[in-house]
């Protein structure tokens, strides 16, 4: 079976200082590993994806993750915050033998300070 | 390039009427389709998904049905609405047989059940 825990619900950074959201799973097999992002009132947005090619991926708008597989990890980073980054993220994770079923993280609120 | 709609993006509605949330894909052919529910405060849950035309899997029993009338075309739907149908209703789209089947996810739809 898998799982996603995502170990902040809520983080909160000043303008321009760095992020860090943290997510650990599990999976049976070898995963796919999905970050997803919702600005309130609208659908989820797909940042980046880890699909066992390199396992530091590069997203959108700056972010990436790194697929650390001895600790079981995905934690999402970016250098730099924008206050547009404030929002609710999502660690997913999905694996072919569970039928390429997403199983979500209960999310990480970000709220960005000016 | 694909893009998924949903309608209404709001609707109120009382108790015990019925209900019908609309999603459509373009620019792809033969997706899985996929109806997912965010109550407040909470991540998401897979209520149902369909890999073709007539084809639709429950993951959760409730009070609310899916069908897919067409190829890109998915509709959820409730005989007698309850307080707890209350939430975000969001579609999403996966390009059938590929590796890692990412998901794309619509606007979505609030439901307020009054």
């Known amino acids: 079976a898998q799982s996603v825990t995502q170990l902040d619900s809520h983080v909160s950074v000043s303008e321009g200082t760095p992020v860090l959201l943290r997510c650990n799973y599990s999976?049976?097999?070898?995963?796919?590993l999905f970050w997803y992002v919702q600005h309130p009132n609208k659908g989820l947005q797909l940042l980046l994806k880890?699909?066992?090619?390199?396992?530091l991926v590069k997203g959108i708008n700056g972010f990436e993750a790194e697929f650390k597989k001895s600790e079981t990890s995905f934690h999402l980073t970016k250098p730099s915050a924008h206050m547009s980054d404030a929002a609710e993220y999502f660690c997913?994770?999905?694996?072919?033998?569970?039928?390429?079923?997403?199983?979500f993280g209960g999310g990480t609120r970000v709220l960005v300070k000016p | 390039s694909q893009t998924i709609h949903q309608w209404p993006a709001t609707l109120v509605q009382p108790v015990g009427s019925p209900l019908s949330l609309e999603c459509t894909v373009e620019?792809?052919?033969?997706?899985?389709l996929y109806w997912y529910r965010q109550a407040a405060g909470r991540g998401l849950q897979l209520l149902f998904y369909?890999?073709?035309?007539?084809?639709i899997s429950s993951e959760v029993p409730q009070n609310l049905s899916a069908s897919r009338p067409q190829d890109r075309q998915f509709i959820l739907s409730s005989k007698k609405l309850l307080l707890s149908d209350s939430g975000f209703y969001l579609c999403?789209?996966?390009?059938?047989?590929?590796?890692?089947?990412?998901?794309?996810f619509g606007p979505g739809t609030r439901l307020l059940v009054l």
């Open positions: 999403a789209w996966s390009v059938r047989g590929s590796r890692q089947e990412t998901q794309y």
């Open positions: 999976s049976s097999y070898s995963p796919s």
């Open positions: 880890y699909t066992s090619a390199a396992t």
């Open positions: 997913v994770v999905s694996e072919k033998a569970a039928g390429n079923k997403l199983t």
């Open positions: 620019g792809t052919s033969n997706p899985n």
């Open positions: 369909s890999v073709g035309i007539g084809q």
